[in-house]
Structures are given as structure tokens and as C-alpha cells.
């Protein structure tokens, strides 16, 4: 196990309550019959059985895998294609030390012109720039803060270069084609990650954590990355 994968698999004993490794919809992702794939072809590890004695609320159990699906578990190395990973990458000009990372940051106020940053009696305990260089769990504490704000503000947008676009919508927005093409950032830039993904070959990929009903497409990290892997593959991916 290489050590990224070690840090990933530390991340999976904390008891805390996940939210955004996030539980997205993006267009149907490209999947193949599941009789079609052979466990034998992958490490075994993948599905090995964990006590759920312990275990937090919001995980799902690498065991829980359906035939030809895996669980992208933060207990090995798969948990490098979680949204929290310490897998940093560059995006227009500026780097990020996570998905997550980017993902919460854009909650932050922009400016001391931003309506956030001027709104009466709230209180931003980091900095857009901090939340850019922070991973897992911190960055979700990050984004939990910014959006008990949102929710006094009484608002339900986020921004990026100064452009203002929902955070929550229910078809495929600005939100959406961002995280996409910092995913494709993260996978390209980081090439353990790109190995891992291209090694679950055909299998049906499925989140380590219990979905949101309804959540935008964003939040379906796992057919982002099929797609993705599909692409890597040469395969041409479904669209909507």
C-alpha cells in the first residue's frame, strides 16, 4: 500500500459525520453488464469485510458492494479518488490541495466587496485562500461553517473568478461543469490517482458514504469518475 494510500486509509477511523464527499447526478455514466466482470480480475482487498462495530454512521462497508460494483473505500487505496484526498492539482493558475478544497472554497467570500464578507454579525473563520489548501474532514468543517452563513444570508449561490452560479441545482450547471473539469485536473495531475482509477477496470463504481436524496449531479463524484475512466479507456462516454 503506498503511503498516500495509508493517509486515505487513516481518514476512514474518524467518527465524524460526512456530507461532502459528496452524492452527485451527473449524466448516466457509462456501465457495462455486470455478469461481464470477474472479481478475480482485482485485488481482493477491495471487498474484504469490515466489522461495521465502530464504523461511522455514513460509511458504506467495502463487503456492501453489489455483483460487479466497488466501494470507493478510504480503508485502501481507492480512497484516493475521494473528493477528500490529499491529492493536490492546479487549476487556472492556482493550486489546490484537494477537490475538497476547492469544493468548500467557493463558499468563501471572494473580496472585501463580496456581499459575504459585508453581510452584518457573520463571522468567516478561514479565508478563501486557507479553505484552497486544506483536505478532508478540515476543508468539510470549512464548508459546514460557510454554509450555516449561507443559510443566515438566506442564500443559495457560491462563486468562482467573480462569476455567481447556484450551489444547488438540480440539472447540470456552472456548479456541475466545475467540478467535472477539476476532477479531470486531479486525475491527469496526479498520476497514482489515475493509475487507481484505470485499475477498476469495468466495475461499477459506488460511493463510501450514504447519498443525499435528491443531491445535485456534483455531488454523484462516482459517475464523474466512470466517465472519466471511460474516457481514459477511449471509450466514448453516454451523454444525457
Not at 458514504?209 to 466517465?227: C, D, K, S, V
Amino acid at each position: 500500500m503506498t503511503s498516500a494510500a495509508r493517509r486515505i486509509l487513516a481518514l476512514a477511523v474518524v467518527p465524524l459525520v460526512l456530507a461532502s464527499c459528496h452524492a452527485d447526478r451527473p449524466p448516466a455514466a457509462t456501465s457495462v453488464p455486470t455478469a461481464s466482470v470477474d472479481r478475480a480480475d482485482y485485488p481482493a482487498h477491495w471487498w474484504t469485510p469490515v466489522s461495521s462495530e465502530g464504523a461511522p454512521a455514513w460509511e458504506i462497508l467495502p463487503q456492501e458492494a453489489g455483483p460487479g460494483e466497488v466501494i470507493l473505500s478510504k480503508r485502501n487505496e481507492l480512497g484516493l479518488l475521494s473528493n477528500f484526498a490529499p491529492t493536490p492539482f492546479t487549476f487556472r493558475g492556482r493550486r489546490y490541495a484537494s477537490l475538497e478544497g476547492f469544493w468548500q472554497m467557493m463558499l468563501y467570500p471572494e473580496n472585501a466587496k463580496d456581499p459575504r464578507a459585508t453581510y452584518p454579525g457573520l463571522e468567516w473563520k478561514y479565508t478563501r485562500e486557507q479553505v484552497a489548501d486544506l483536505t478532508s474532514f478540515e476543508a468539510k468543517k470549512a464548508g459546514d461553517l460557510a454554509e450555516e452563513n449561507m443559510r443566515r444570508m438566506n442564500i443559495g449561490w457560491v462563486t468562482f473568478e467573480g462569476r455567481r452560479f447556484d450551489y444547488r441545482s438540480p440539472t447540470p450547471g456552472e456548479h456541475y461543469r466545475l467540478i467535472v473539469a477539476v476532477t479531470q485536473e486531479k486525475v491527469r495531475q496526479n498520476p497514482e490517482v489515475q493509475r487507481v482509477l484505470l485499475a477498476t477496470g469495468d466495475l461499477v463504481l459506488k460511493p463510501d458514504h450514504h447519498q443525499e436524496p435528491g443531491a445535485p449531479p456534483e455531488w454523484r463524484y462516482f459517475e464523474i469518475l466512470t466517465r472519466i475512466r471511460d474516457e481514459l479507456k477511449g471509450k466514448k462516454a453516454s451523454r444525457p
